[in-house]
């Protein structure tokens, strides 16, 4: 049984438009809010919390209802591509509001281009393991993972290119160039990939031994020692999340209050821990099926864990630092190809867009509260506290993961045993 990587590469274009916005938005955002409109720390932290609010509970909701869909293009591709052209209408809104300082528009413009992003995150992420089997999804996952990583590589060119020097820099350059890359993706995705088809032929010759027995049962309830192992790598979700998506927020702030740097310079770094997750991915998909995901993301927390404490002792900006941040990029690598099929790999196959929704559910908990805490952190102890709060609650990812025992892939038995010789998929 082998991946199909030329197609997973193109459902992977859903991911590279998503993660596209999302780099540009962790990074330019902050500075609109704080030097165009001048807010401080803490507000600045709660509006970027938006965005998962929203996303907890919209996000399972229309994973859920992405799963009950059927139309003649599938169950995902309509809110992909509906999503897609709301967002890219609606966020060309705000370098305008930027320019002509407008608070008033720029909120409620953001607002609903977040409404519109996570209108189809779930339903662009369950696409993979509606046409992935499950002891594939880690490679799979990679891939995706991977094609997000292009994504925000894309966004952070843009920043450090076309973000000029100055107190009052424009962004348009870099929204139009988010923009263009996401309609991009999206219309080679829908022209390249025939979901209906390719999932029901996806699913017919790998049958789920889980799934209900008529396509409108309920599922049967996970095991007591399933859902505790789900309980806990969804506590180990909204922790390593609350590390990490604080560095990512208050990186670029940080860079500047403690390193001194101006213009995009900040997104240097960000590239260097992009660009070595970028190398990492596939190679780590590998690692994980031989010596299993829950290891393998446990390698990859202790990776961050040693270089948030590392990044702590550099006072100011030292190109070292790029070798710490280039381990970041494989830590988060590790754990990001991992988790998500770890999470689904414990759902039956009539409710993917449903585990895929709890997934972000956590994850997005966590970045609501942690933009907050750190932020609070940042405006009133100081900006040194960013890298001991990861440091943190990585620890603590540590521990609840170390108390998952489930959710590590298993063989797909194939009708006839003949067919188990066959490699090609």
């Not at 997973?8 to 990074?27: H, K, P, R």
Request: proline share 6%.
């Amino acid at each position: 049984m082998k991946l199909n990587y030329k197609r997973t590469f193109f459902v992977g274009l859903a991911f590279l438009s998503i993660s596209a916005f999302w780099q540009m938005y962790d990074s330019i955002v902050p500075l609109i809010l704080q030097n165009t409109f001048h807010l401080n720390e803490s507000l600045i932290g709660s509006i970027m919390a938006v965005d998962n609010v929203l996303a907890v509970f919209l996000l399972p909701v229309i994973g859920t209802l992405s799963d009950k869909v059927d139309t003649p293009i599938g169950k995902r591709m309509p809110f992909i591509l509906g999503g897609t052209a709301a967002a890219v209408c609606l966020m060309m809104l705000l370098p305008y509001a930027d320019a002509t300082r407008q608070l008033g528009l720029f909120v409620p413009a953001l607002g609903l281009t977040l409404i519109a992003m996570a209108s189809y995150r779930s339903p662009a992420v369950a696409l993979m393991p509606d046409l992935t089997p499950k002891p594939l999804r880690s490679k799979g996952n990679a891939v995706i993972n991977l094609m997000g990583a292009v994504g925000s590589v894309y966004s952070l060119l843009l920043i450090r290119f076309l973000v000029p020097e100055g107190d009052d820099p424009s962004y348009l350059a870099v929204f139009l160039g988010v923009a263009g890359i996401m309609v991009l993706a999206v219309v080679v995705l829908f022209l390249t990939i025939r979901e209906k088809p390719l999932a029901a032929r996806i699913a017919a010759q790998y049958p789920d031994e889980d799934a209900p027995a008529a396509p409108d049962a309920p599922a049967a309830p996970l095991a007591p020692e399933v859902m505790r192992s789900l309980r806990f790598i969804l506590a180990s979700i909204f922790l390593w999340f609350t590390a990490y998506n604080a560095v990512t927020t208050a990186f670029s702030r940080y860079a500047v209050t403690v390193w001194k740097m101006e213009g995009g310079g900040f997104a240097s770094c960000l590239m260097v821990a992009t660009v070595a997750a970028i190398l990492s991915y596939i190679p780590i998909g590998n690692i994980a099926s031989r010596i299993g995901r829950k290891k393998t993301i446990m390698l990859g927390l202790c990776a961050m864990f040693i270089s948030y404490t590392a990044v702590l002792f550099y006072p100011t900006y030292n190109v070292t630092a790029n070798f710490f941040f280039a381990l970041i990029g494989m830590g988060w690598a590790a754990v990001g190809v991992n988790s998500l099929p770890m999470v689904v790999e414990m759902s039956r196959g009539s409710e993917v867009g449903k585990y895929t929704g709890l997934y972000y559910t956590f994850s997005m908990s966590a970045q609501i509260i942690t933009p907050i805490l750190s932020g609070f952190l940042l405006q009133y102890v100081s900006y040194s506290a960013l890298f001991p709060y990861a440091m943190f609650f990585t620890a603590c990812a540590l521990f609840t993961m170390s108390r998952v025992r489930h959710g590590d892939s298993r063989p797909v038995q194939k009708p006839s045993a003949l067919e188990n010789f066959d490699t090609d998929d």
